[in-house]
C-alpha cells in the first residue's frame, strides 16, 4: 500500500497569512504514460464531508478559490493557502489515486492564530 | 445537481449486521464507479471498498481490515449503491461516507463528490 505522510498535524497561522501543508508518499504518484501526478487534496471543515480542492496535484476544482494551490511531483506535494481566511479553518488530507488501495494522508489541522 | 444520499447508520451490537445505502442523483449513475470512505470519531479518511459499472461487471474491491465481511453492491434501477457489512467490529464505527469515482478517459480517480456520511456505532 502507499503510505500518504503529511506534515505538520496541525498549524496555526493568522489570518491574511500563508499557509503551507506538505505531503509525501512512499512511491512515485508520477504515471509516465501521461506525465500526471495521482494526487489529490481535500478540505473537511467541522462537521462536513470532505470537499475536493486540488487534483493531479495542482488543478483547482471548479468554484475554488485562487488562494489555494498544489504544487510538487513524484513523491513530494505541497498545498498552499495564500491569504489565510476564516472559513479556511479545516482538517487537509491528501490523497493518491494513483492505486488500490486508495490511501489518504492522515490529515493536518489548519486553526487562526 | 450531484446528491449522494447516505442512510442507514445506527447503534449495532458486536457481531451483528447492517446494511448503508446511498441513493445518487443528477448524474448517469449507471457508468460511475461508486466507493464507501469512512472515518472513525476524531481520526481521518480510511478507503473501504468500490464497485465498478455494470458494464466493467460490477467488481468490487475491499480494504483488507473488512475484505470478508462487507460487500458492496448497486441497483441501477434505484440508482443506489449499497455496503453490507456483518461481523461487525467496535473498530467499525465511523462515520461512512459513500463517494463517486470521477471518470478520467476511463480511468477511475479521485472522488469528486461525498455523501453527507452516515453513523455506525459498534457497541454492546
Known amino acids: 500500500d502507499i503510505v500518504m505522510t503529511q506534515s505538520p498535524d496541525s498549524l496555526a497561522v493568522s489570518l491574511g497569512e500563508r499557509a503551507t501543508i506538505n505531503c509525501k508518499s512512499s512511491?512515485?504518484?508520477?504515471?509516465?504514460?501521461?506525465?500526471?501526478?495521482?494526487l489529490a487534496w481535500y478540505q473537511q471543515r467541522p462537521g462536513q464531508p470532505p470537499k475536493l480542492l486540488i487534483y493531479?496535484?495542482?488543478t483547482r476544482e471548479s468554484g475554488v478559490p485562487d488562494r489555494f494551490s498544489g504544487s510538487g511531483s513524484g513523491t513530494h506535494f505541497t498545498l498552499t493557502i495564500s491569504s489565510l481566511q476564516a472559513e479556511d479553518v479545516a482538517v487537509y488530507y491528501c490523497?493518491?489515486?494513483?492505486?488500490?488501495?486508495?490511501?489518504f494522508g492522515q490529515g493536518t489541522k489548519v486553526e487562526i492564530k | 445537481e450531484v446528491q449522494l444520499v447516505d442512510s442507514g447508520g445506527d447503534l449495532v451490537q458486536p457481531g451483528g449486521s447492517l446494511r448503508l445505502s446511498c441513493e445518487a442523483s443528477?448524474?448517469?449513475?449507471?457508468?460511475?464507479?461508486m466507493s464507501w470512505v469512512r472515518q472513525a470519531p476524531g481520526k481521518g479518511l480510511e478507503w473501504v471498498g468500490r464497485?465498478?459499472?455494470?458494464?466493467?461487471?460490477?467488481?468490487?474491491d475491499y480494504a483488507a481490515p473488512v475484505k470478508g465481511r462487507f460487500t458492496i453492491s448497486r441497483d441501477d434501477s434505484k440508482n443506489t449503491v449499497y455496503l453490507q457489512m456483518n461481523s461487525l467490529k467496535t473498530e467499525d464505527t465511523a462515520t461512512y461516507y459513500c463517494?463517486?469515482?470521477?471518470?478520467?478517459?476511463?480511468?477511475?480517480?479521485?472522488?469528486?463528490?461525498w455523501g453527507l456520511g452516515t453513523l455506525v456505532t459498534v457497541s454492546s
Open positions: 463517494t463517486r469515482y470521477f471518470d478520467s478517459d476511463g480511468y477511475p480517480t479521485y472522488f469528486d463528490f
Open positions: 443528477g448524474f448517469s449513475f449507471n457508468n460511475a464507479w
Open positions: 464497485i465498478t459499472s455494470k458494464t466493467e461487471g460490477a467488481t468490487t
Open positions: 512511491q512515485s504518484l508520477l504515471y509516465g504514460g501521461n506525465n500526471k501526478d495521482y
Open positions: 493531479w496535484a495542482s
Open positions: 490523497h493518491q489515486y494513483y492505486t488500490t488501495p486508495r490511501t
